[in-house]
């Protein structure tokens, strides 16, 4: 069993996305043995959070045992206040935060107070991406901010996503050194030897595996789990069960 906990859904503004669409999704999470995603909307990055998340929850309802909803809420967009009901019958889910692509500050929003707060009660995680996908053209959000909102809120448990080496890693690695209630996926993990690096360091509980499909090719994701210099066990942990330990699937 394969759960990728970061993954997109639909069309990308910037060039052709060939493999955005439920059949396409579908065939490559088949290929490459992924059993489930967690899956936002680009549409809600970009442009609609509120008829991206109508889309990602049609096709979760669609194929149930393939995809979870992945919902955005922007303090700017329509559909800002639907979270409660969005939530309310769905069997698992998380939230997706994009501060950076919505254009605000997280820490200065009582809006984004407001449904933290909310996931907090309903056990929801939270995922912030520090970039969109693995390319150094797309901006980033503050690490140290990142580190903030997770810090306020101890109760809530946050995945760092799309975090790639060097710096950037460390500061990663900080975090989840300092709050027991971070994770961090490996979608953007590109160095040699850099997953066996993170699990030296922070163990293999928090790490969960991620391939930002279509943006970027799923052969990747699960692979570089299994080339890994870890063991059976922890490549599980990373492979599926903390993801499902997360989002409490049976």
Known sequence: ???????????????????????ALLSQMDRYAITCAVVSSLKGV????????????????????RFLPALTYSPHAAGRDRYAEDFDGLPSGIVKLFPVQHTYDPLEETYIHELLTFCEIRHIPVMIPYRLMMSWRFPVFDLKKMALVIASFPAVRFIIASINYLA????????????PNAYIETSAMMAFGEIES??????????????????????????????????KAEKNKILFENAAGLLKLK
């Open 1 to 23: 069993m394969i759960i990728d906990i970061n993954g997109y859904y639909g069309q990308w503004p910037y060039w052709p996305l060939r493999n955005g669409s439920e059949a």
């Open 46 to 65: 970009f442009s609609d959070p509120d008829t991206g998340n109508r889309e990602v929850l049609q096709l979760a309802r669609a194929h149930p045992d």
């Open 168 to 179: 950037e890693l460390q500061s990663a690695i900080h975090i989840l050194h300092k709050h």
């Open 198 to 231: 993170v699990v030296r360091q922070v163990g293999a509980d928090r790490i969960l595996h991620g391939t930002c499909i279509p943006l970027q090719n799923p052969a990747i994701g699960p692979l570089k789990i299994h080339n890994a210099q870890i063991g």
